[in-house]
Structure formats: C-alpha cells, structure tokens
C-alpha cells in the first residue's frame, strides 16, 4: 500500500550530556533531566562553597589581625600614674613660700602648662576664651608659723557649676564668679590681699596682665620671677616618669604605623593610622604630620597629598598627651 498522503510521527532528536535521545525514549530522557536537573542545583552549589572558602574563614572577624592592628600598643603607659595630690599640696605649698619671700600677694595663671603644675587646669579641660578663668595663689601664715596656700578660681557666673567639675587638688578651693555686665579683674582682685606684687604666669595673655593692672594701679603687676619658675623647671620623679613614657609611646606608634605602610597609601591616610595608633596607646589628643618623598623636605610638607612609592623619604613628626604632659617627636626614614 502506497505511503502517498500518509503523515510519519515526528521524532526530536536532544543531545544531553554527550547521548543523543528522541522523544521515544521516555525513561532514558527523563531520567537525564532528573540527573541534570540535580547536578545543577545541588550537587554545584556544594562544590563552588568548598572551592572558594567564605572571607571570614580565611580572615575571621575576631581576628586582632584585622580587628586590632595595633594591639601590642593597648596599656603602654598604664603603669604610669598621674600626679598624686600630696605632690599638687607640696607644689601648691613651695609656690606660697615663694610668694611670701618675694613680698609678692598673689600669683595669677590662666589654664595651660602653669596652671596645670599647680592646679590641675589644663587648656585641654578648660579651653582658652575671651572670658577669663584664672587660678589665684595667695599666702598666709597660720598662727602657729606655717606658710599655707589659698587657692582661689575666679570663673566667669553663667559657667561656676562646670568650674565646680574641675578636679583640683587643694584642701579648699574658693570659687569668685562674675558677671556678664562686671568687670572680671576687679572680681580677681577683690580675692587678693591689699598689698603686695601681683605675679602672673609667663604665657598669660596680655589683655588678662592689662586687665589685672588697671584694676590695682597703685600695685606692680609683673611676669613671675625665676624663683617661681624653677618650681615648674624642676622635674620630679613622677613627671619624669610621665614624660619618658608618653615619648617612648609616641616612638613605638610611629613604628607601628610604619609597619603597616604599603606602596600606594597616602600621606593622609597614614596619618590617621598614627592617630589611631596614638589614642590605642592610651595618648589623648594624638595626632601628627606624615609626609613622603619631596614633600618630606618641607616643614609642612606641599600641597599634594603624596602616595607613598618606593624608596621615598618618610617624615613622622607628631605626638599626644598623657597625663597632661605633652610628647613632640619627629622621625624620618625611606621605604624600601
């Protein structure tokens, strides 16, 4: 019989996994589907996890690698005490003896490195502003022949609760307020004994030593003589150890940091890792200049923020505050 005008089925022919398959065979096709389906889904997910490891099991995340890179400087100085206050007394004490052989009445001294010595007042606890607040020594004898510090804050009325924070070391501290319409030096002076040479720190601003004298024109308002400056200038024990220590810290972070410099990192990015470093090692207001190639010919450095490159010149120039005593340091090395 003639095939003429009769249709054929039609047979598709897929190739999968290197078998060539047709429709007809429905358990061969199917069950390659199944096995394709499967291997792609599950078996190759699987297989792509073990051969590339997440990030956080090569690098953990508690890894003091990358959580902490500068953990061998945590509690460098903190071995270190800060100034005892029978050491504040004794130096509060020697400064109204001083006072009392000079014929002086007071001495006078705006928060900073003198203010620090005898009172604890630092321009870190206590900014610098147009409103004076003074620390005020004055002598007196008590009645069995004993030379005795009074110590007095003159602080400007709307800020006497924060002056009242301030930690200073004295067995009594007198507070004088003034107010915004008063003038603050005649307030200081209404503190002092009525006679006398007024001594002020060195480094106090002129407008304060102007204000201080025009309030008492009948007395000598003078920058504080030698026998009074050699109190600070000699070192004791305990300040030396303090300076040894915030220097030798700065040292070891400017090491650390440069430990850690690559090819490529900027000037300012070096920079804030010497912050960092600084502040891990227990320094307050920790900072510093870092500058590479020709711009560590500069004192400055230039206007370009340089990418470190190889066999440059490398400029450290920085430090911190422990304690209230101050580290300053400049280093310089080249990247090889």
Known sequence: MSSKGASSPRTKHVKLFGVSLCSSDHPKFVISIMAFLFTWFIIRPSLMSSSYPEPTKLYPQNSTKDTDPFASLHNYCAHVPPIATSEFHARQSALAKALLDLNASAYIAEPGANALFFGNISDSNWHLSERPLLLIVTPFTTSDGQVKPNVTI????????????????????????????????????????????????????????????????????????????????????????????????????????????HLGIRQSETSRLLSQALGVAGLSNGGGLVLFGPNAALPHGGPVDRELEAEDFILFDGGGKLHGYTSDITRSSVYV
Do not use: H
């Open 154 to 261: 003159l602080t400007p009325k709307f800020e006497t609760g924060r002056a009242k924070l301030l930690s200073i070391p004295a067995s009594e501290v007198t507070f004088v307020e003034w107010a915004e319409d008063e003038d603050p030096y005649k307030a200081a002076v209404s503190a002092l004994p009525s006679q006398g040479t007024i001594y002020i720190a060195e480094a106090t601003r002129l407008f304060i030593r102007d204000g201080i004298q025009e309030a008492v024109s009948d007395r000598a308002v003078l920058s504080a003589p030698l026998a009074i400056r050699s109190l600070r200038e000699r070192k004791s024990p305990a300040e030396i150890a303090l300076l040894r220590c915030v220097n030798e810290a700065t040292l070891e972070a400017m090491r650390a940091v440069k430990s850690k410099m």
